[in-house]
């Protein structure tokens, strides 16, 4: 079953692009670099992350700004609790409607003191993204994307719990669901299934991964609700002072990956992409994600 090489690609596939806005002149040219290679992919969107603690939120927003007008694609806003009030975030979210953002991806966040640290609700803030959601729906209509968690965020009390937690953010008015990323396809279908069970309708779009540094991976993996398999572990090691070979393989851990879950029915994929082109259009061309002409790009 699923897809062999060889066989006819398939032609269903949409794709999203995750990017986070750069520090540095340096850091921006590569991430324009990357942009000017993923954009004529016609993504169903690009989305750019907000700092901790709202640290990047000029830069969020100059970025999502610039990648709307310039490319022309549907850029989504990552928007988080941490640090401010709600008059302050509604603020934000304001003016990203009057530029014409209209699509926001709604995050707790993350306590400024790190990952590992207990959370505490900001004072005058919103609590959790589920309350974000709500009060994003009341500043304006916009489409709004929230996380899911194939192996549980790792501050739920249960997985029980973290699933009501996600179906009261797809209730309060969220239409997709963004994973974590996950390297057990299993733990992801067995978690649509179960979101399913629960009533939740909306797409639960995989997030992919193609990973590049593994070290950092497993450093980040442990605090974020990510277990990294054995086999993986297997894969890259030896690696650590050979970034061509690491490459390689990263690329061929996620196009196995991608293609195993359009074997089960997955349609769509959002590339975390750290700002680098090259896996993520190497993936996408061995999935049949291909640059469109300007005209079938319009016409789609
Ligand atoms: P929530 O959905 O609010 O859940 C967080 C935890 O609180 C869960 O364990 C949940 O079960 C629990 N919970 C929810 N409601 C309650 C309640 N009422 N009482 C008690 N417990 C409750 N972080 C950033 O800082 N910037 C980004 O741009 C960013 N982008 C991300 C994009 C994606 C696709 C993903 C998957 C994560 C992203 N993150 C980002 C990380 C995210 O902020 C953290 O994972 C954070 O710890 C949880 O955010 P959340 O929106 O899932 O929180």
């Not at 050979?242 to 359009?262: F, G, K, N, S």
Request: with cysteine; glycine share 8%; charged share 20%.
């Amino acid at each position: 079953t699923g897809l062999r090489l060889g066989t006819p690609l398939p032609a269903d596939l949409a794709v999203s692009f995750e990017f986070f806005p750069p520090k540095t002149e340096k850091m921006e040219q590569t991430l324009w670099q990357a942009v000017h290679k993923l954009a004529p992919l016609q993504p169903e969107f690009v989305s750019v992350t907000y700092g901790a603690g709202g640290s990047t939120r000029e830069r969020t927003h100059a970025t999502v700004c610039r990648l709307q007008k310039e490319t022309g694609l549907r850029a989504a806003a990552h928007l988080t609790c941490v640090g401010a009030t709600r008059d302050e975030i509604d603020a934000i979210a304001r003016t990203y409607w009057d530029s014409g953002i209209r699509h926001i991806v709604a995050l707790r966040g993350d306590p400024p003191t790190g990952v590992g640290t207990a959370y505490e609700p900001y004072p005058g803030g919103y609590a959790y993204a589920a309350d974000l959601v709500e009060g994003l729906k009341r500043v304006a209509d916009f489409e709004i994307s929230v996380a899911a968690y194939p192996e549980s965020h790792p501050q739920a009390t249960s997985p029980q719990h973290d699933l009501d937690n996600l179906k009261r953010k797809i209730d309060a008015g969220a239409t997709r669901a963004i994973s974590q990323f996950f390297f057990d396809s299993e733990a992801y279908l067995r978690f649509v299934e179960r979101a399913a069970a629960a009533g939740i309708t909306v797409p639960i779009v995989p997030g992919i991964l193609p990973i590049t540094n593994f070290t950092r991976a497993i450093e980040f993996s442990a605090s974020c609700g990510a277990s990294i398999p054995a086999w993986m572990a297997e894969l890259f090691s030896g690696l650590d002072s050979d970034p061509d070979t690491r490459h390689l393989v990263a690329a061929t851990v996620a196009v196995e990956q991608c293609r195993q879950l359009h074997a089960e029915g997955v349609k769509n994929f959002h590339f975390y992409t750290l700002n680098r082109a090259e896996l993520t259009v190497g993936i996408c061309h061995m999935l049949g994600v291909r640059p469109k002409q300007p005209a079938e790009a319009t016409a789609g």
